[in-house]
């Protein structure tokens, strides 16, 4: 005999014509099955990808970055020489983990935009996460290449770590906590437990595959870009009409500040050993804490 709960007569509830509305056929089960189908695509294509770094709320990791130079001259001048993107974040029903798909205002009218999901400008860093992570089946992983997506004010904290150091976070071993659920995703205390170059703490991790270790990740190939009428198809969406639309948008304006949140555009390089990018003949392995 079967248990129902939720109802008092044990009934389902019931369409006009008399089949439970949780039955489909037709369009509609045309239009979940697709739906089903993409959610299963996304899902295979982040396994080919790497994981954004994230912290959850009072935790704290381990992690050094394996590009973030800072401009020294000219008009980028404190600066860092990396990329950086607009991307919007979207989590879909039934999924913890977000996506980012990258804004496509900037050469044609961005879906995501108008349907009020606004774009965040981040800086790209590739790190290793050398914090150890033991998943439900009791086995360690250390040592994980990530994606760390910065902001305004992240990347602010970070440009006066790297003037600190000689203009540079490469090969920077952080200990980073996240103060609460309010605090930047990717951590909000950053403290420098020492540098060393990148091919010692690559070889640290795989004396053989160290140069693989330490390659910073290809971001064009890693962050992921739909067109607009790839987006409205993805998230079935309207094609875009009416008094008011614009089929392009404007070329970005070459005088926006390096830091949209006020972060400082300049900021002064005090002699020091560098990025730590040289050689590692005379580093020894053992004083490397991870």
């Known amino acids: 005999m079967g248990i129902h709960v939720g109802s008092k007569t044990g009934g389902a509830s019931q369409k006009s014509g008399g089949d439970p509305s949780w039955l489909m056929s037709g369009k509609q089960a045309k239009s979940v099955e697709k739906e089903h189908d993409d959610a299963a695509q996304d899902r295979k294509d982040a396994r080919g990808k790497l994981w954004r770094y994230y912290l959850k709320p009072e935790a704290a990791g381990k992690i050094f970055f394996l590009n973030g130079d800072i401009v020294t001259e000219g008009e980028e001048k404190g600066s860092f020489d990396i990329n950086f993107v607009e991307e919007h974040k979207v989590t879909t029903q039934g999924s913890k983990v977000p996506n980012f798909y990258v804004c496509v205002s900037r050469t044609e009218t961005c879906p995501l935009c108008e349907a009020g999901n606004f774009a965040s400008f981040v800086g790209l860093f590739g790190i290793i996460d050398t914090t150890v992570f033991t998943d439900r089946d009791g086995k360690e992983h250390k040592n994980r290449k990530r994606i760390f997506a910065a902001k305004g004010q992240t990347i602010k904290k970070l440009a006066k770590k790297a003037a600190q150091n000689g203009g540079s976070i490469v090969g920077m071993l952080m200990d980073v906590s996240r103060s609460d659920n309010r605090s ?18 690559g070889k640290n991790i795989d004396a053989e595959k160290w140069q693989d270790v330490i390659a910073v990740p290809d971001f064009a190939e890693e962050l992921t870009y739909l067109s607009a009428a790839e987006m409205r198809e993805k998230f079935h969406m309207d094609d875009p009409s009416g008094p008011g639309y614009q089929g392009q948008s404007g070329e970005p304006g070459s005088d926006a500040p390096a830091y949209p949140d006020g972060g400082d555009d ?3 390089i005090p002699p020091g050993d560098g990025g730590g990018a040289s050689g590692s003949d005379k580093v020894d392995y053992n004083d490397i804490p991870f």
């Open 184 to 201: 930047a995703t990717v951590g909000d205390d950053f403290d420098k437990i020492g540098v060393w170059p990148l091919e010692a703490l």
């Open 266 to 268: 300049s900021l002064p």
